[in-house]
């Protein structure tokens, strides 16, 4: 054999590059394991559920000939193929299509099975609705309780408002004792600067809140002729009636 000639045009054009014999080896492994399942799949029996498949798309693709008798009684009475029916051409030109029943599962199932799915849909949209419902039924709850809580404290504010006019009034008439133990505040309840320990101020007596500040300011409108809401005191009923506008917090709005 003679030496091979390293400076030849055939082994300068040899790719040498590092790890490339490995990939060419994998890519040759790759194409024939796709050309020998090729080969598998074509050599491979067909099912006989396949077949009838086949046969059966086959038939039911191709066109009607002369060998129907439905089609040949048509031709009798002057139909062409490719021709819509009826009188005046408006009917159908293709057969009806043949829906082929191939499952197991009896009749009907597939409607029951999408019946189902729409009640399945229907109970969770039903679900989603009464979330909703909760949702808002919740947040409109929470409104209500915190505007009752801003008004309760606002009317608890109006009392020791009240509470304070009232012993001003009071002692300046030299009047040592209230005409109610709750028309004082108490010397240690002033002290008090947390408004959310002030709920038990007024525990004296069954009476409300609302109760208390109605009673106190008509207690100061016929006692002091003052009115809490306009801050002014009167010279007498008469002059109260005449320039108050009224005896409620509403009033003065």
């Known amino acids: ?132 419902q909760a949702n808002e039924q919740a947040a409109d709850e929470f409104r209500i309780r915190f505007k009752t809580k801003q008004e309760e404290r606002k009317m608890e504010g109006d009392l020791r408002k009240s509470q304070r006019a009232c012993q001003q009034l009071d002692t300046q008439k030299d009047i040592d004792v209230p005409k109610e133990t709750w028309f004082w505040i108490e010397p240690e309840e002033e002290e008090k600067k947390d408004e959310e320990n002030k709920e038990d101020e007024c525990t004296s007596s069954d009476l409300s809140v609302s109760e208390k500040l109605h009673i106190l300011t008509a207690y100061l409108r016929e006692e002091h002729f003052y009115c809490i809401w306009c801050g002014t005191t009167y010279e007498d009923s008469e002059d109260l009636s005449s320039n108050c506008p009224g005896d409620s917090a509403a009033d003065h709005d």
């Open 1 to 132: 054999d003679e030496e091979e000639d390293y400076m030849s045009d055939l082994f300068l054009k040899q790719d040498v590059r590092p790890g490339l014999p490995m990939v060419r080896r994998v890519k040759e492994a790759i194409q024939k394991e796709e050309k020998q399942k090729e080969a598998n799949e074509k050599n491979r029996q067909k099912s006989i559920k396949e077949e009838e498949k086949e046969r059966r798309d086959l038939v039911l693709k191709s066109a009607l000939g002369n060998e129907n008798k439905g089609f040949a009684l048509l031709q009798k009475m002057g139909y062409k193929s490719g021709q819509a029916l009826g009188k005046s051409g408006e009917g159908i030109v293709e057969p009806i299509p043949l829906n082929i029943k191939t499952g197991l599962s009896g009749l009907g199932h597939e409607e029951l099975k999408k019946r189902k799915a729409e009640e399945k849909l229907e109970n969770y949209r039903q679900k989603l609705h009464m979330k909703k």
